[in-house]
């Protein structure tokens, strides 16, 4: 039987942790390269897919609206219809009324079917303006919409573009990161994973730079700066919170501090002639 060869990440030394850290936030820094290439593309394909959706529910709630007044104006001009036929009948009857009370009844009877005429006419003069307006509505969303999609498409073929030839270097970098992270100690991925998160940068392991964290810029003690020379521990910028590396194990070159020669001490004329 092939015996497993594969180490325990936990069994890895400080050293090789950072190492294998670095790599993966180069290769993730990478890929956040591709997703900056593509720009604001993606996004401003997601606003006009909302955009369009929200145009396109608007649209409809204003045509099931047009469909609710055409109702009413329905169900007013039948009871117009029903009413003058009631007036017509209660006019016959004026003409056979026994006394002034029938009269008088019949009276109110017409009358109040009168106004409520004259009601159902205001409202289906009223249904009638809103239909209109929301008619207009519905030309110039859907105006907007027929707009919006033309952008879409070109947003999305622009992106499309973007993507296919950015697609095989992309695919081929996640899995690279995904073979290293199963190297890595679980906690240590999950706190490097959470600092790159919470950074603008993404970088959520940096190198000392002119004594400086890589990352916030913030200057680091001498002290602790041997200690990140000395990969024994791992340890965390404590401004910022990203994890520090030395520069030699990132594989980086860094210049060499010059050391300025004080210049020399000019003796004085009185010490010249005293000697």
Do not use: W
């Amino acid at each position: 039987m092939a015996r497993d060869t594969r180490r325990d990440p936990q069994d890895f030394s400080v050293e090789e942790k950072l190492k294998n850290l670095y790599q993966l936030q180069s290769m993730l820094s990478e890929i956040d390269r591709i997703k900056i290439l593509r720009g604001e593309l993606p996004l401003e394909v997601q606003d006009l897919e909302d955009e369009i959706e929200g145009l396109t529910t608007r649209i409809d709630k204003m045509q099931a609206d047009i469909a609710a007044l055409k109702e009413e104006m329905t169900r007013r001009r039948i009871s117009i219809q029903d009413n003058n036929s009631n007036i017509e009948r209660y006019t016959q009857q004026m003409d056979n009324v026994r006394n002034n009370r029938e009269y008088e009844n019949l009276t109110k009877e017409i009358e109040y079917l009168q106004l409520d005429n004259q009601l159902s006419e205001k409202k289906i003069r009223e249904a009638a303006d809103h239909i209109e307006r929301k008619q207009l509505e519905i030309r110039s969303c859907s105006d907007s919409v027929t707009e919006r999609r033309s952008d879409l498409d070109i947003k999305k073929s622009e992106l499309d573009e973007i993507i296919s030839e950015t697609r095989a270097e992309e695919e081929k970098l996640r899995e690279r990161s995904k073979n290293l992270e199963a190297t890595i100690d679980p906690r240590l991925l999950s706190a490097f994973k959470r600092i790159r998160k919470n950074s603008r940068n993404g970088l959520g392991i940096v190198y000392v730079e002119r004594d400086a964290c890589g990352g916030c810029f913030n200057k680091i003690p001498p002290q602790r700066q041997l200690d990140i020379r000395m990969r024994k521990k791992i340890i965390v910028c404590e401004y910022c919170g990203r994890i520090m590396i030395d520069p030699e194990l990132a594989g980086v070159q860094t210049q060499a501090k010059v050391v300025e020669e004080k210049p020399k001490r000019r003796r004085r004329k009185a010490d010249a002639k005293e000697d």
